[in-house]
């Protein structure tokens, strides 16, 4: 595996894979990887030539920052992982090779709307960190791919229109949630739980799961009281709650009746853990 730590460096190796036409594909983190990613690097190689995987931990998602001080690094194990699953290139750039003007100083990229609702009311400013990073990256790399979790699914949203609107040249291919055996949803940010916490967390996605059952029995289009019950069920289980919603599949609305099309969207807390998750919910 090759570890690159600078842009030039980067170029050069670009232009070479272009020139003997290789298929790049691009799986974008910030580290601490985990079989969620082990999965994306696996079809990435169904796809390309050439996988790449850029670990960095992107200073201008964070509006908290003792959010990014927490953030778990694990390097040498990250690169373990990258060279048995056989990536090819491991972008690993400092801070200063991304931002070299400053991140206050920084140009940067906003997807209207998408990134201002949902996740983005509740963290403003954090779509725009990872909007302007991505787009950093595919000017970078130039993939032919990209990969990412639907666990991120309002991301998910936001990075495809701004592949769209961009007019980039890349297809942007996303993985279903990749869970733990309890139902947790896989993320670097587990590890931050407790053992408490460890064992509290899987009611997340149990509650997101009952909740699209009674939504899709419930003869009423009206869908206002379940999630009232199940924001309750949350708290009874010592979660903190910022969003748990049903939404338009695609526009992300906030939906007050059932359409055929919809998803949950939560976001909760436990203890010092911000934990995320969804369920899509479509009826015939």
């Not at 991301?155 to 733990?180: F, G, H």
């Amino acid at each position: 595996m090759n570890i690159i730590k600078n842009l030039k460096t980067l170029h050069a190796e670009i232009k070479f894979l272009k020139k003997i036409n290789k298929k790049i594909g691009l799986i974008p983190t910030m580290g601490n990887l985990h079989d969620g990613h082990i999965k994306l690097i696996l079809l990435a190689k169904k796809y390309s030539d050439i996988v790449i995987v850029s670990i960095f931990i992107n200073p201008m998602q964070f509006n908290n920052l003792l959010d990014l001080e927490k953030y778990p690094r694990s390097f040498d194990q990250d690169c373990m992982i990258l060279k048995n699953n056989k990536v090819d290139i491991l972008f690993f750039p400092t801070i200063n090779e991304i931002y070299p003007s400053g991140i206050e100083n920084q140009t940067f990229i906003t997807v209207p709307k998408l990134s201002n609702i949902v996740e983005g009311k509740a963290r403003p400013g954090h779509f725009q960190g990872v909007t302007t990073v991505i787009a950093k990256l595919f000017n970078v790399i130039q993939p032919n791919f990209s990969f990412f979790g639907e666990k991120d699914y309002q991301q998910l949203l936001i990075i495809k229109k701004l592949v769209k609107e961009l007019n980039y040249m890349i297809k942007i291919i996303s993985l279903p949630t990749i869970r733990s055996k309890n139902g947790l949803a896989l993320s670097s940010r587990n590890n931050n739980l407790n053992s408490q916490e460890i064992k509290t967390a899987p009611y997340l996605y149990l509650i997101i799961k009952k909740t699209a059952k009674q939504v899709i029995k419930e003869d009423s289009d009206i869908i206002i009281n379940i999630i009232n019950s199940s924001r309750t069920l949350l708290f009874k289980k010592g979660f903190s709650i910022d969003i748990f919603n049903i939404y338009d599949y695609q526009t992300l609305d906030v939906l007050f009746k059932k359409k055929k099309k919809m998803i949950i969207l939560a976001s909760v807390w436990l203890g010092q853990t911000r934990l995320i998750d969804n369920k899509k919910i479509f009826i015939d």
